[in-house]
């Protein structure tokens, strides 16, 4: 009978065990914008915690827009990074510059995420547009949909869980694939920008600007245990109490 018992209760263990090694799974995700498909986009991805946006663009579940503000010409720009193999085809990163709120993305489902990287791409020089001193920032927040962020200082709001800054001078300046630091591993939004400049309208002053490409972001997501696993187990468990009884029967 101990046994017996010692046998269920393993039986039982390890298809919990099953049950938890299942339960979840990653996915990974390249965001390389070769499907932008018009010169610039103006759309507000920060106002909706859900959706596409109207001039937004989507791709691969994940939405790219800008911050919302007063400026009706507010916008980022579609440019062009290289050629495809086929020597036709191009292929397009995300430019920011002075005349936009930033960079902000999210999921359509406005699911939480984990952002692991990034090609920023900000040399320095007139040639390059990017001559102002200074830093970019990076937020991460822990909702979607963040309404009023042009009107705050760029920095410091409720929803921020995470921040990285990049420096921006002739000096220190930055180019290759950027790595997100651990506070960016489950947010549900984040916003680029030049520090100081958290809208779209233009400040007296140098120019700046930044080009966007491959985000890399992981999502996790339930995965049932199939029916299989608990039938098998749960049929076992049943020959394991018909024996028992059996044995008990015998022995009375």
Not at 158 to 184: C, D
Not at 232 to 247: D, H, I, M, V, Y
């Given at each position: 009978?101990?046994?017996?018992?010692?046998?269920?209760?393993?039986?039982?263990?390890?298809?919990?065990?099953?049950?938890?090694?299942?339960?979840?799974?990653?996915?990974?995700?390249?965001?390389?914008?070769?499907?932008?498909?018009?010169?610039?986009?103006?759309?507000?991805?920060?106002?909706?915690?859900?959706?596409?946006?109207?001039?937004?663009?989507?791709?691969?579940?994940?939405?790219?827009?800008?911050?919302?503000?007063?400026?009706?010409?507010?916008?980022?720009?579609?440019?062009?990074?290289?050629?495809?193999?086929?020597?036709?085809?191009?292929?397009?990163?995300?430019?920011?510059?002075?005349?936009?709120?930033?960079?902000?993305?999210?999921?359509?489902?406005?699911?939480?995420?984990?952002?692991?990287?990034?090609?920023?791409?900000?040399?320095?020089?007139?040639?390059?547009?990017?001559?102002?001193?200074?830093?970019?920032?990076?937020?991460?927040?822990?909702?979607?949909?963040?309404?009023?962020?042009?009107?705050?200082?760029?920095?410091?709001?409720?929803?921020?869980?995470?921040?990285?800054?990049?420096?921006?001078?002739?000096?220190?300046?930055?180019?290759?694939?950027?790595?997100?630091?651990?506070?960016?591993q489950d947010i549900s939004a984040f916003w680029i920008h030049f520090i100081g400049?958290?809208?779209?309208?233009?400040?007296?002053?140098?120019?700046?600007?930044?080009?966007?490409?491959?985000?890399?972001?992981?999502?996790?997501?339930?995965?049932?245990?199939?029916?299989?696993?608990?039938?098998?187990?749960?049929?076992?468990?049943?020959?394991?109490?018909?024996?028992?009884?059996?044995?008990?029967?015998?022995?009375?």
């Amino acid at each position: 009978m101990k046994q017996l018992t010692t046998i269920s209760a393993l039986l039982i263990a390890g298809m919990a065990s099953v049950s938890g090694a299942a339960s979840a799974a990653i996915t990974t995700t390249t965001i390389n914008f070769d499907g932008l498909n018009q010169a610039a986009y103006g759309g507000h991805s920060n106002i909706a915690a859900t959706g596409v946006c109207a001039d937004c663009y989507a791709e691969s579940g994940f939405v790219l827009g800008v911050v919302s503000d007063a400026n009706p010409t507010n916008h980022l720009h579609q440019e062009l990074n290289d050629i495809a193999a086929d020597g036709v085809t191009p292929l397009y990163e995300v430019a920011y510059h002075n005349d936009s709120s930033g960079i902000y993305m999210r999921a359509v489902d406005g699911s939480a995420f984990s952002l692991q990287q990034m090609t920023f791409s900000a040399p320095w020089g007139v040639s390059a547009g990017n001559a102002r001193g200074g830093s970019w920032e990076i937020l991460g927040f822990s909702q979607a949909d963040n309404a009023n962020l042009s009107s705050g200082d760029g920095t410091n709001y409720a929803t921020r869980v995470a921040y990285q800054t990049v420096a921006n001078s002739a000096t220190n300046n930055f180019s290759g694939t950027l790595a997100l630091n651990s506070g960016f591993q489950d947010i549900s939004a984040f916003w680029i920008h030049f520090i100081g400049e958290p809208d779209s309208f233009v400040t007296s002053g140098l120019p700046y600007k930044m080009r966007l490409d491959n985000v890399v972001i992981q999502q996790t997501s339930a995965v049932p245990v199939p029916a299989a696993v608990w039938m098998f187990g749960s049929g076992l468990l049943g020959l394991l109490s018909f024996g028992r009884k059996k044995n008990l029967s015998l022995a009375a």
